[in-house]
C-alpha cells in the first residue's frame, strides 16, 4: 500500500523560509515523477511543484517560480520543497504525490491517495 508522510510545516512570518519533506512508502519511487500541492479549505488542491524522475527536470506553478525548489532523494524515496521569500497566499495545507511523468502530476488526476499533509502557516 503506497503512503505519503509529509512533514516539515508550520508558522512562519512573511519572508521567511521551511523546507518541506516527504517520505513515500509501499513501493519504489526512483522511476517516478514526484510533485508537491497544496489546499486551502473550501479550494480545490492545486499543482505546486514536480520533478522528473531523473531530477533532470523541474515544473513549477507560476504563483511559486523563483521562490520554491523541488527536490528528492531517490535512495531515500523522499521529496523535498524548499520554500523560500513566503508570502500569506502561500498559506495551506501541503501534499506530495507521484506519477509516472509530470505531466500527470500536473493534472492533479488520477494519483495515488493523499496523506494527511502538512500545514504552513505564513502570518506576522
Known amino acids: 500500500q503506497v503512503q505519503f508522510v509529509e512533514s516539515g510545516g508550520g508558522l512562519v512570518q512573511p519572508g521567511g523560509s521551511l523546507r518541506l519533506s516527504c517520505a513515500a512508502s509501499?513501493?519504489?519511487?526512483?522511476?517516478?515523477?514526484m510533485g508537491w500541492f497544496r489546499q486551502v479549505p473550501g479550494k480545490e488542491r492545486e499543482f505546486v511543484a514536480a520533478?522528473?524522475?531523473?531530477?533532470?527536470?523541474?515544473y513549477y506553478a507560476d504563483s511559486v517560480k523563483g521562490r520554491f525548489t523541488i527536490s528528492r532523494d531517490n535512495a531515500k524515496n523522499t521529496v523535498y520543497l524548499q520554500m523560500n521569500s513566503l508570502k500569506p497566499e502561500d498559506t495551506a495545507v501541503y501534499y506530495c504525490?507521484?506519477?509516472?511523468?509530470?505531466?500527470?502530476?500536473?493534472?492533479?488526476?488520477?494519483?495515488?491517495?493523499w496523506g494527511q499533509g502538512t500545514l504552513v502557516t505564513v502570518s506576522s
Open positions: 520533478i522528473s524522475w531523473s531530477s533532470g527536470s523541474t
Open positions: 504525490n507521484a506519477a509516472p511523468t509530470t505531466a500527470t502530476l500536473r493534472t492533479v488526476y488520477n494519483l495515488y491517495a
Open positions: 509501499g513501493r519504489t519511487f526512483s522511476s517516478y515523477a
